[in-house]
């Protein structure tokens, strides 16, 4: 048994410290970004903003409004073949806007395969699990890379510069970084594993562009300041479920109260709800570590969109950061000892 002694911040633990600025709007600031990539040939540009691969918020009506931002979507797992065929219109048509996900069990290596031969343009394949430390995944992670040497390979999840290292190694281009902090994943309750995911992505992020390669901030962002705050710890990409869940276009079961007001389902993909949906029920040597949660009904999500999109502008004019890119080297966080309130439930939005 260790400890280690340093402290590790979440979100809520600090604040970006303004400086003097020469940017004059927040119109004059760009958050696209162009990417080239460790290991695939493919570029990509954009802005680097994606919604998260749960049944819920991957799904293709999120990324057709996603895709007007230039924004990606990670489709979750339980699209079958057929379903991608019924819509392959416009799959084929924004290539450039979803990623494939694959969990590691041979079944679903199988039909990834099927999809991917059959929608040959998607650039993304998202190789998705709980945990990413088994020696299994990284032999999966490379076994990937060398089947589809083109795409664009996401692999997580990880929270630890180490593994970082070895996933990119190992064939990953990008590295989705966070284990437990997500609205709807109660990993570090049920576990008691997990890094705020603050530090999380600062050491990640270290550890992947020393290699040349990328990181997602996946989870822990309820508020457009947290975006911020997460692309300016070094994450290059942002992914989003709660924030994008509760709207017309979000998936789930609408729910009504007796006073009229409605709600959205949103859950975790390892929770006691999604296990029965697709797995027939808990496993007896698993338990649940996902909270199933009723969102406040939320309108359009162009709305939440643009709160997102103007909150990270914002940021970056209150340190001069002219691009999005620039967001980092721009950026000094002062540690807080405070806590604003980032419950999700409680969390609203203006629209």
Same mark, same amino acid.
């Not at 260790?2 to 979440?10: F, G, M, N, V, Y």
């Not at 589809?148 to 990953?172: D, H, Q, R, S």
């Not at 290699?211 to 692309?231: E, R």
């Given at each position: 048994?260790? %400890?280690?002694?340093?402290?590790?911040?979440?979100?809520?633990?600090?604040?970006?410290?303004?400086?003097?600025?020469?940017?004059?709007?927040?119109?004059?600031?760009?958050?696209?970004?162009?990417?080239?990539?460790?290991?695939?040939?493919?570029?990509?540009?954009?802005?680097?903003? %994606?919604?998260?691969?749960? +049944?819920?918020?991957?799904?293709?009506?999120?990324?057709?409004?996603?895709?007007?931002?230039?924004?990606?979507?990670?489709?979750?797992?339980?699209?079958?073949?057929?379903?991608?065929?019924?819509?392959?219109?416009?799959?084929?048509?924004?290539?450039?806007?979803?990623?494939?996900?694959?969990?590691?069990?041979?079944?679903?290596?199988?039909?990834?395969?099927?999809?991917?031969?059959?929608?040959? #343009?998607?650039?993304?394949?998202?190789?998705?699990?709980?945990?990413?430390?088994?020696?299994?995944?990284?032999?999966?992670?490379? #076994?990937?890379?060398?089947?589809?040497?083109?795409?664009?390979?996401?692999?997580?999840?990880?929270?630890?510069?180490?593994?970082?290292?070895?996933? &990119?190694?190992?064939?990953?281009?990008?590295?989705?970084?966070?284990?437990?902090?997500?609205?709807?994943?109660?990993?570090? &309750?049920?576990?008691?594993?997990?890094?705020?995911?603050?530090?999380? &992505?600062?050491?990640?992020?270290?550890?992947?562009?020393?290699?040349?390669?990328? &990181?997602?901030?996946?989870?822990?962002?309820?508020?457009?300041?947290?975006?911020?705050?997460?692309?300016?710890?070094?994450? +290059?990409?942002?992914?989003?479920?709660?924030?994008?869940?509760?709207?017309? *276009?979000?998936?789930?079961?609408?729910?009504?109260?007796?006073?009229?007001?409605?709600?959205? *389902?949103?859950?975790?993909?390892?929770?006691?709800?999604?296990?029965?949906?697709?797995?027939?029920?808990?496993?007896?040597?698993?338990?649940?570590?996902?909270?199933?949660?009723?969102?406040?009904?939320?309108?359009?999500? *162009?709305?939440?969109?643009?709160?997102?999109?103007?909150?990270?502008?914002?940021?970056?004019?209150?340190?001069?950061?002219?691009?999005?890119?620039?967001?980092?080297?721009?950026?000094?966080?002062?540690?807080?000892?405070?806590?604003?309130?980032? %419950?999700? *439930?409680?969390?609203?939005?203006?629209?």
């Amino acid at each position: 048994m260790r %400890i280690e002694s340093d402290t590790k911040l979440d979100f809520k633990d600090v604040l970006i410290k303004p400086k003097r600025s020469t940017l004059s709007s927040r119109g004059e600031v760009d958050i696209t970004r162009n990417f080239k990539f460790k290991h695939s040939p493919y570029t990509w540009t954009g802005c680097p903003i %994606i919604s998260a691969n749960m +049944d819920t918020t991957g799904i293709i009506s999120i990324a057709q409004s996603l895709e007007k931002e230039k924004m990606l979507t990670c489709l979750h797992k339980f699209y079958t073949v057929e379903d991608l065929k019924s819509i392959d219109s416009y799959i084929k048509s924004y290539k450039d806007s979803v990623a494939i996900t694959c969990g590691s069990n041979p079944s679903d290596y199988e039909r990834l395969r099927e999809i991917v031969n059959y929608l040959k #343009q998607v650039k993304f394949i998202c190789l998705d699990v709980a945990n990413g430390y088994s020696e299994r995944f990284i032999e999966f992670v490379s #076994q990937v890379r060398n089947d589809y040497p083109e795409k664009v390979i996401i692999a997580g999840n990880v929270c630890t510069a180490e593994m970082t290292e070895a996933l &990119i190694l190992a064939g990953a281009d990008i590295i989705k970084v966070g284990i437990g902090p997500g609205a709807a994943c109660t990993t570090r &309750i049920t576990a008691g594993v997990g890094v705020p995911q603050f530090s999380a &992505i600062v050491e990640c992020a270290d550890a992947a562009h020393g290699l040349g390669g990328h &990181i997602i901030g996946d989870g822990g962002c309820t508020t457009p300041g947290d975006v911020a705050k997460a692309f300016g710890a070094g994450a +290059d990409f942002v992914m989003l479920g709660s924030m994008f869940s509760g709207h017309d *276009e979000s998936g789930g079961e609408v729910i009504e109260d007796g006073n009229g007001n409605k709600y959205k *389902e949103f859950y975790g993909m390892s929770s006691k709800k999604a296990n029965e949906k697709y797995n027939g029920g808990l496993a007896k040597h698993r338990a649940s570590e996902g909270r199933y949660i009723k969102v406040p009904y939320r309108g359009p999500l *162009e709305n939440t969109l643009q709160q997102i999109t103007g909150g990270l502008r914002s940021a970056c004019t209150y340190v001069g950061a002219s691009r999005i890119k620039d967001l980092p080297k721009c950026t000094t966080f002062v540690k807080v000892n405070t806590t604003h309130n980032t %419950i999700f *439930e409680k969390y609203t939005i203006d629209s």
